[in-house]
């Protein structure tokens, strides 16, 4: 019982740094420039720290006998280490907000108009020309309908309120900066 606990918590311990250490984490580059008749080429392998030079990383090496350590001077190798699970974490974090602003479109294109004309009706936000007046908002009767409505939370009220004045303002910058020509400080 006990040897066989002991195996399982060594093989469970194996699996997690199989999982931890991930071979494509750690490489040498060595980038080698042309010499004579060989090729400038760039060879890559998964080897360790001390490992990192170019008479292990070069298979096949293009140069026979006494050219190794002369094409070897040449080469520039380098350590490289990376971790694959903070990049993994980044892109899954990245593509979450993605989908979190991509489903905010959707409801602020399709599911907002449709709430509205539901509590609103139709009717309630066109207005006809003869009901301008002025300077009188596109949407102004909207927040009246909204405060006198008793079965929306509070807090939806004040974000309608709060949409309402922020609306004002645009459409007050508007007529500043194109029919008065003033730009608003």
């Not at 399982?8 to 004579?36: A, F, M, Q, V």
């Not at 998964?46 to 298979?59: M, Y």
């Not at 006998?65 to 350590?79: I, M, N, P, Q, S």
């Not at 909204?146 to 309402?164: D, T």
Request: contains cysteine.
């Amino acid at each position: 019982w006990t040897s066989d606990t002991s195996f399982k918590t060594e093989l469970l311990g194996l699996y997690g740094l199989l999982i931890c250490y991930n071979s494509e984490d750690i490489r040498c580059k060595c980038i080698c420039p042309p010499y004579r008749d060989v090729e400038g080429q760039i060879y890559k392998q998964n080897v360790s720290l001390k490992d990192c030079n170019c008479l292990h990383v070069v298979e096949p090496m293009p140069v026979d006998g006494k050219d190794v350590e002369a094409y070897c001077l040449r080469c520039e190798c380098k350590y490289e280490e990376r971790s694959s699970g903070t990049i993994k974490v980044t892109i899954i974090i990245y593509l979450s907000i993605l989908g979190l602003l991509l489903l905010y479109m959707v409801y602020l294109t399709m599911v907002e108009p449709m709430l509205k004309r539901r509590l609103f009706g139709h009717s309630q936000l066109i207005q006809s020309d003869d009901d301008v007046v002025g300077d009188q908002q596109p949407f102004a009767n909207a927040h009246n309908v909204l405060s006198r409505s008793h079965s929306r939370p509070n807090m939806l009220n004040k974000v309608e309120h709060a949409q309402q004045r922020w609306r004002r303002q645009v459409q007050e910058q508007r007529k500043s900066v194109f029919d008065r020509h003033v730009v608003l400080s």
